[in-house]
Structure formats: C-alpha cells, structure tokens
C-alpha cells in the first residue's frame, strides 16, 4: 500500500519559517520524482516545487529565494523548506510522487498570519 504522509505544517507569522516533510513508502521512493503543491478552497492545486529523482530542481517564480525543496532517500523522504513566510502562502501544502503512476499525500495545513 502506498502512502505519502506530510507533516510539518502549522501556524506561523509572516516572515517565519517552517519545514515540511513528506516519508513515502510502498514505493521505490529514489525511482520518483517528487514535488510539493499547495491548494486554497475555490482555487486550484498549484506546483511549489518539483525535484526529479535525478536531483534536478523546479520551482515557481514565487518561491524562488524563499523556499528551497529536498530529499533523502536514504530516508524515502522529501522535504520543503519555507522562509520568510507570507500570508498568501498560506493553503494545504500535498506531497506528489510521480513516475508511471501518481500518488497524492492527504496535506498539511499551513496558516500564515500578518
């Protein structure tokens, strides 16, 4: 059974910071290439992140020199870096596998407060 379980979200003031986690498992995570989106009600799920499972990076231009994605697959783990946080960031942040098949985590919840 595959599952993506993020964690790490939670309420921070603007121009704090907090890390995501994603640990994958049920897949061979290295395989994946994995991404972080993010959703806010009425709006659709949106790419943050993107790092290939050759290591190659893609993010959006709003989270250049602010969030910075990784992984481990030592640890079938990707992660998210976010600093310098801003109100608009906030949303339910998802974890992505993609190879073949995709698979969603369920999300966790950033607020950003001003």
């Known amino acids: 059974q595959v599952q993506l379980v993020e964690s790490g979200g939670g309420l921070v003031q603007a121009g704090g910071s907090l890390r995501l986690s994603c640990e994958a498992s049920?897949?061979?995570?290295?395989?994946?290439?994995m991404a972080w989106y993010r959703q806010v009600p009425g709006k659709q799920r949106e790419l943050v992140a993107r790092?290939?499972?050759?290591?190659?990076?893609d993010d959006v231009d709003f989270v250049k020199g602010r969030f910075t994605i990784s992984r481990d697959n030592s640890k079938n783990t990707v992660y998210l870096q976010m600093n310098s946080l801003k109100p608009e960031d906030t949303a339910v942040y998802y974890c992505?596998?993609?190879?073949?098949?995709?698979?969603w985590g369920r999300g966790t919840q950033v607020t950003v407060s001003s």
């Open positions: 049920g897949i061979s995570f290295s395989l994946y290439d």
């Open positions: 790092i290939a499972r050759g290591g190659t990076i």
């Open positions: 992505n596998a993609k190879n073949i098949v995709t698979y």
